[in-house]
C-alpha cells in the first residue's frame, strides 16, 4: 500500500505527558498538511509543509504544538504538556506541489489521541 | 474568514435513490477549488469530487455530480444510484487558489446512511 500511513493509530496519554505522532506520506508528495478533528466537526489545520519547509501554521497551533519535517520526508508532530482539550483525530494529508494549491490531498487513517 | 456550512447533519436515503447533500461557504476570494471528501466509519477520507471555481461546467465523477452555482456560492452534491458502500461522513471542502495559503476549510459534515 503507496497510501498516507500514521503512527500509533490509536495513543491514550496522561495530561501533562508529552506525545509524537508520525506521518509518512506519499513518496513524490512534496506537500504534508496536519489537520485536527473533534468529535461533530470537520477537520481543522493546524499546519503544512512544502518539502522541509513549514510555511504555513494556524493559530490552532498553540506553542505546545511543534512540527517537523526532517529532509522533506515524514513528519512528525509533538504535543507538549497534554490537555484533556487536545483530544482528538489528528489527520495527516500530503498532495502534489503545483500552482494553484487545487490538487487533491490524500489523507491518512489518523492518529486518535484522548488525554485521560 | 472562510466558512463551510452544510446545513444537513444527517440524511438517509434508500438503495439505488438519488440524494442531494447541500452545501455553502463563504469567501471574498474569486479563484478557489471545492471540495467533497468522503469519510466512511473507522476508515480515511478520500476525495469524491472536485469542482475549479473558473469552470461554468459541473462536474460530474460517475454516480456523483455537483450542482455548483457560484453567485450563490453554494455547491451540492448528488448521488445517483445510491449503494451500500456511500454509507459515510461527506464532507464539503475549498481551498483558495494562488494565495499561497493550501489549508482546506472544511464544513462540519453530513452523515448519510444508505438503507437496504
Known amino acids: 500500500d503507496t497510501g498516507v500511513s500514521q503512527d500509533p493509530r490509536h495513543k491514550i496519554t496522561k495530561r501533562g505527558q508529552n506525545v509524537t505522532f508520525r506521518c509518512d506520506p506519499i513518496s513524490e508528495h512534496n506537500r504534508l498538511y496536519w489537520y485536527r478533528q473533534t468529535l461533530g466537526q470537520g477537520p481543522e489545520f493546524l499546519t503544512y509543509f512544502q518539502n522541509e519547509a513549514q510555511l504555513e501554521k494556524s493559530r490552532l497551533l498553540s506553542d505546545r504544538f511543534s512540527a517537523e519535517r526532517p529532509k522533506g520526508s515524514f513528519s512528525t508532530l509533538e504535543i507538549q504538556r497534554t490537555e484533556q482539550g487536545d483530544s482528538a483525530m489528528y489527520l495527516c494529508?500530503?498532495?502534489?506541489?503545483?500552482?494553484?494549491?487545487?490538487?487533491?490531498?490524500?489523507f491518512g487513517p489518523g492518529t486518535r489521541l484522548t488525554v485521560l | 474568514a472562510q466558512t463551510v456550512t452544510q446545513s444537513q447533519p444527517e440524511m438517509s436515503v434508500q438503495e439505488a435513490e438519488t440524494v442531494t447533500l447541500s452545501c455553502t461557504y463563504d469567501t471574498s476570494e474569486s479563484n478557489y477549488y471545492l471540495f467533497w471528501y468522503k469519510q466512511p466509519p473507522s476508515r480515511q477520507m478520500i476525495l469524491v469530487i472536485r469542482?475549479?471555481?473558473?469552470?461554468?461546467q459541473n462536474a460530474t465523477e460517475n454516480r456523483f455530480s455537483v450542482n455548483f452555482q457560484k453567485a450563490a456560492k453554494s455547491f451540492s452534491l448528488k448521488i445517483s444510484d445510491s449503494q451500500l458502500g456511500d454509507t459515510a461522513m461527506y464532507f464539503c471542502?475549498?481551498?483558495?487558489?494562488?494565495?499561497?495559503?493550501?489549508?482546506?476549510?472544511f464544513g462540519k459534515g453530513t452523515k448519510l446512511s444508505v438503507i437496504p
Open positions: 494529508a500530503s498532495s502534489l506541489g503545483t500552482s494553484g494549491g487545487g490538487n487533491e490531498q490524500f
Open positions: 469542482q475549479e471555481a473558473y469552470k461554468q
Open positions: 471542502a475549498f481551498i483558495i487558489s494562488g494565495a499561497g495559503s493550501y489549508q482546506l476549510t
